[in-house]
């Protein structure tokens, strides 16, 4: 990365510490079904694991925000599953319910694993972010991402998506070695993942821990901070200054210890984030990500203009204007662009 890249680009000057005017601005799960373009092209592809896979069609979905909004960030059309898949285990997502993947009960199920991740099957990725590259202006930052190993281990484990992750937690207390053993796997092949994607051109990665702030503190040290650390020293070694943003969704008291003990270049905030403690604990540190609560987007009118002045608040801190989690497919377009318009006036 160059100086000037970096001089160029809102979202990567707030990502070295710098304070923009108007925050930079994008949004989890901008490329997605409330977008009648994606639906369109959702429909092309077939499956949704095709879409993942076809760099033209991933290209185009990933692009279609930054085009309707003029958001400051792409961000990789992909998903955090196509890890396991690489892996070597199966992976489904079947239209209405979600992933399925063979659930992983006992400590057997790893040797049916491979060591390391499968190039070819993250061949396909790396060549959306190349495409996608090649068509942004000098202005726009294309984030790259992975699931952190611990949320998509709780997939891996239970086969699908849970509402506790019981399955995972309880793999993990039962025989903490062989879970171990699991997130060793994914920290390896996530390192791979997204060093793949910062030399395809990817400006920054962010890493999903979904389902961190299940983890009780002792767990949360073992299986949510210690392997994203991991991850981010993993990475730099080979891309040196490489710049990650982690979003340990639901962290609360931990957010700091988090920030602190993995050295990613800023938090991503759910919106449960209490923003008087991100604005005078996490900001002096880090700049923070977030927070808008999706609901709110989705209600619009005053209370997504209250939601929007009050994240605000942060914006003489650096901040990176985002929603707590991802956009709700039932979102109307106009709640996006009075967002958009409130924020950058
Ligand atoms: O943000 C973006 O626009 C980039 C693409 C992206 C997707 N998934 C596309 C997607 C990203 C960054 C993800 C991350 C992801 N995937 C996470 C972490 C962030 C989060 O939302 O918590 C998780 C837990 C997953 C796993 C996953 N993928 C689930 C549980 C589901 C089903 C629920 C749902 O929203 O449908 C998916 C499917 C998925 N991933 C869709 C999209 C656009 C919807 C599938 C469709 O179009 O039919």
């Known amino acids: 990365m160059t100086e000037d890249t970096v ?165 993990a207390y039962r025989d903490p070695e062989n879970f171990k053993r699991l997130i060793d796997r994914l920290v390896l092949g996530s390192i791979e993942y997204l060093v793949g994607q910062l030399k395809a051109g990817a400006d920054c990665v962010q890493i999903f821990d979904t389902w961190a702030g299940i983890l009780p503190p002792e767990q949360f040290d073992r299986w949510c901070m210690e392997p994203t650390e991991r991850i981010v020293s993993g990475v730099r070694a080979q891309v040196p200054g490489a710049k990650i943003i982690g979003f340990p969704r639901g962290a609360g008291a931990m957010a700091l210890p988090y920030v602190e003990i993995t050295g990613v270049d800023a938090i991503g905030l759910d919106w449960s984030f209490p923003r008087s403690l991100a604005h005078d604990i996490l900001q002096p540190r880090v700049p923070v990500q977030g927070n808008v609560d999706p609901l709110a987007l989705l209600a619009g009118g005053d209370a997504l203009d209250r939601e929007v002045d009050d994240l605000l608040t942060l914006a003489d801190r650096p901040l990176i204007f985002n929603l707590g989690h991802g956009i709700l497919p039932a979102t109307p377009i106009a709640h996006v662009e009075q967002m958009l318009k409130r924020v950058r006036g």
Request: net charge neutral.
């Open 7 to 171: 001089g160029t680009k809102p979202l990567l000057r707030v990502l070295e510490g710098r304070r923009e005017e108007i925050p930079p601005i994008w949004m989890m799960r901008q490329a997605g079904r409330y977008l009648p373009e994606y639906r369109q092209v959702r429909e092309k592809a077939g499956g949704f694991l095709d879409l993942c896979f076809n760099p033209e069609l991933a290209a185009e979905v990933t692009l279609q925000p930054v085009r309707r909004f003029g958001f400051d960030a792409a961000i990789l059309f992909s998903d955090i599953l196509v890890m396991p898949l690489a892996l070597g285990r199966k992976v489904e997502f079947l239209t209405g319910e979600g992933p399925k993947l063979e659930p992983m009960s006992d400590a057997a199920a790893l040797s049916g694993m491979r060591d390391r991740i499968d190039p070819d099957v993250l061949a396909p990725v790396y060549e959306t972010v190349r495409r996608v590259k090649a068509q942004l202006d000098g202005k726009t930052t294309l984030i790259g991402f992975c699931g952190a190993p611990w949320t998509v281990a709780t997939y891996m484990v239970a086969g699908e998506g849970t509402s506790d992750q019981a399955p995972a937690r309880l793999f």
